[in-house]
């Protein structure tokens, strides 16, 4: 378990390390719906201290270390950590509340302003390439092939070195879009690197404000759901990102040319539909 792994090489971490370790200690079922960042934040050490705390006792990384503590307690262990009763949908009304609230939450962190700038940046592009992994792939793909057919050439693949290996091919007239619930993931934070010493321009749609990625990123739509009600651990719910989605779409003035080159398209897939 974390608490025994932490006591067992405790003396053997450094000062920072120790910091991060008191922390985790004294806020155990609060460290679950943590981001690496906000760990850092709250601990007054940094992202490399966590990561190297955490290998200390035995982990790979921050989010090994989740599992570890989340496998470890129950739900009211977690509260009971917190020192505070944690309320879950009891309902399907309750859950559709709580998902209402989060939705009402989402024009607050996003300005119109800067979606405006999202959607200039995409409309003005020669390929948007949109890349994510994990359980968000399938929101890429989706967004990618709406693109699509509105007549915007897009690129989206699961395949990690595929993808990172096409964009190397793009140029500063692309645009890159990352999509990230957490913010941590490595795949595209290595993308969004390599878009930036490119000069390709990038946009990233996150939950997580202070993450490693949105520091990458030229532009950010965060969404900051603060009911989970699935927790994360890859099981967090991805309805905020594809509202935000959603929202870039809606308030898209595409080119002539481009709806025109869509419309055909559909024309010809037209047959395969009743």
Not at 97 to 111: F, G, W
Request: net charge negative; hydrophobic share 40%.
């Amino acid at each position: 378990m974390v608490l025994n792994a932490i006591r067992r090489y405790y003396s053997e971490m450094s000062q920072a390390e120790k910091r991060v370790a008191d922390y985790i200690t004294e806020h155990l079922g609060e460290i679950v719906d943590m981001s690496l960042a906000e760990l850092a934040k709250r601990s007054g050490t940094s992202d490399a201290t966590i990561i190297r705390m955490c290998r200390h006792i035995g982990y790979s990384g921050f989010y090994q270390l989740k599992i570890g503590i989340a496998s470890f307690m129950t739900e009211p262990e977690r509260s009971a950590f917190r020192g505070t009763r944690v309320t879950k949908p009891r309902d399907v009304t309750d859950f559709f509340d709580s998902v209402a609230r989060n939705i009402e939450e989402i024009p607050q962190n996003i300005s119109m302003p800067v979606l405006q700038e999202c959607i200039d940046l995409i409309s003005g592009a020669d390929t948007v390439y949109i890349l994510a992994w994990g359980n968000t792939g399938a929101i890429a793909a989706d967004f990618a092939h709406r693109l699509t057919r509105i007549g915007i050439r897009s690129f989206v693949s699961d395949v990690p070195e595929y993808a990172m290996r096409s964009l190397g091919l793009c140029s500063e007239k692309d645009v890159l879009i990352g999509i990230s619930h957490s913010g941590e993931s490595i795949h595209v934070i290595q993308a969004l690197t390599l878009a930036k010493e490119l000069k390709v321009r990038t946009i990233l749609i996150t939950d997580t404000e202070d993450s490693n990625a949105a520091k990458l990123a030229d532009r950010v739509l965060f969404t900051n759901m603060k009911e989970q009600p699935f927790g994360d651990l890859g099981g967090a719910s991805h309805v905020s990102e594809l509202l935000v989605i959603d929202a870039i779409l809606y308030f898209m003035k595409s080119k002539e040319a481009q709806v025109s080159r869509g419309d055909r398209t559909e024309f010809v897939l037209s047959q395969y539909k009743m």
